[in-house]
């Protein structure tokens, strides 16, 4: 046999003559190996082989399987509130438990859906059928704030429990407001007690904060108002929450949702007025309510005054119109002299651009201020309003710094202009001065203070002369 050189091809070998062991496969056909040991294992390699190519990427994390009596105790509302009124009921009347009771239940109920149905059995004792009334098919409880003694000691036992529930459960907030929004829209279907009841406890939740003053929007519904339910809940509302605050706290929660100067449309159009808010809830115990609208009156009308009064000077309407419209508002509105000389002269002030030059802008203050000097002169007919005059003067050129060397020249001029009096004058610079820019304005007006006492000497020597 003749060795082939390096380099040469291999003989190609026949089918029928390739040795044992060559690198093409012949594949197994016989029933014995696919059935034996050896073809179960592959067939068993081949099926795991496709499922883990097949198996698609799922979420981590575990399923329980629910069974589904826990998942009708968790969402069937009627299955909530039997458990909800029978934990209640094996409470009692004892609040700490009832409150240690809600606590527990919150971690197996679903407080998220179902707080409406929730509050409704803590409020009223079941269920609430539109308009108020409890549903006669429901279970009920007596643990509830409408089956609960009628004292202000008990509603705040029954706060704290709402305190202690919507701080655990902090979602339950907006819920809560919710449901006392239409506790109030259902006050006419709820007896005298229970309005009273529950006008107390929502006092006392506003009062901590629990409830936001904005829930009060529902007592302008037009029936409830009309009928007085509004008013007459009112009266024990505010009575609960000033006896937890005062009346500056419920000033400022109101004011927030800007319902400081809403408060008279608690009664109809036609009894809407100071005097007969003042009357109605200072005879039910709550003249400082009462004193409180009529200063909110008060300054809703200054507002009004100094706007229409800067809307008369800037058209230059004449001054005699303008005094007789100011004088109309003083009565209407019992506002007094004091109060309205110093919303035109703030009203003056606020109708020219003020030079920045110190130099310029004396000259350009006197030329402007003498001109509305009449205006000023027919609300100085007091010697209180003239010194309310001086000091909004002191007050207003000591804020604007240019305006420190006028303060001299334009009382001057006021003088002058018979708006100021000596006496008024004098009283400002003994004793009467505002600390702002004290030493400054004192020294401005040395010299022309002295002028007054000498010419008062003069005439007081004139007149005894004359005797």
């Known amino acids: 046999m003749v060795r082939p050189g390096r380099g040469a091809p291999l003989p190609r070998l026949s089918r029928r003559f390739r040795p044992q062991g060559s690198s093409r496969r012949r594949r197994c056909s016989s029933p014995q190996l696919r059935s034996g040991p050896l073809g179960r294992f592959l067939s068993a390699l081949k099926a795991s082989f496709m499922n883990q190519k097949q198996q698609k990427p799922t979420l981590s994390g575990q399923r329980f399987k629910t069974r589904k009596r826990d998942e009708k105790e968790r969402f069937d509302p009627t299955q909530f509130q039997d458990c909800i009124i029978q934990g209640l009921t094996e409470t009692g009347t004892d609040l ?3 409150a240690k009771f809600l606590d527990a239940s919150g971690a197996k109920l679903d407080y998220r859906r179902y707080a409406e149905t929730l509050f409704d059995i803590l409020v009223a004792g079941g269920m609430l059928a539109p308009g108020g009334t409890l549903a006669d098919d429901m279970t009920r409880t007596d643990v509830c704030v409408f089956a609960a003694q009628e004292d202000l000691e008990t509603m705040q036992a029954f706060a704290q429990v709402f305190n202690k529930l919507i701080r655990r459960y902090k979602y339950l907030e907006k819920g809560f407001e919710d449901e006392v929004k239409k506790l109030l829209l259902f006050l006419k279907g709820f007896s005298e007690s229970e309005r009273n009841k529950l006008a107390m406890l929502t ?12 829930i009060l929007n529902s007592l302008y519904n037009e029936n409830l108002v009309k009928e007085g339910v509004s008013a007459a809940f009112a009266v024990k509302l505010f009575k609960s929450w000033i006896n937890e605050k005062d009346i500056n706290a419920v000033a400022v929660s109101l004011r927030k949702v800007n319902m400081d100067n809403r408060l008279m449309e608690l009664f109809p159009a036609n009894k809407q007025s100071v005097e007969h808010f003042s009357k109605y809830f200072t005879e039910a115990g709550l003249k400082e309510l009462s004193e409180y609208v009529r200063n909110q009156q008060t300054i809703g ?7 229409e009064l800067q809307e008369q000077m800037s058209r230059g309407d004449p001054f005699k119109d303008i005094i007789l419209y100011i004088k109309e508002e003083m009565k209407k509105n019992n506002i007094s002299e004091q109060t309205v000389i110093a919303i035109i002269w703030s009203s003056v002030m ?3 651009e003020w030079n920045k030059k110190e130099e310029l802008v004396a000259e350009q203050a006197i030329k402007h201020l003498k001109q509305y000097s009449p205006l ?4 100085t007919t007091q010697g209180q309003s003239e010194l309310t005059l001086l000091l909004k003067i002191q007050e207003y050129c000591y804020d604007n710094i240019h305006f420190m060397k006028a303060f001299q020249k334009i009382v001057v001029l006021f003088y002058k202009a018979e708006v100021l009096s000596e006496e008024p004058i004098l009283k400002w610079y003994k004793d009467a001065h505002l600390a702002k820019g004290k030493s400054v304005f004192l020294e401005q007006m040395k010299k022309f203070v002295e002028w007054l006492k000498n010419a008062e000497e003069e005439s007081e020597s004139e007149a005894e002369e004359g005797d």
Do not use: D, P, Y
Request: hydrophobic share 50%; proline share 0%; net charge positive.
């Open 301 to 307: 009308a200054r507002k009004e005054l100094q706007k």
């Open 203 to 214: 006092g006392i939740l506003l009062a901590n904060g629990t409830l936001n003053a904005s």
């Open 350 to 352: 606020s109708t020219v």
């Open 376 to 379: 000023l002169a027919a609300f």
């Open 96 to 98: 700490e438990a009832v």
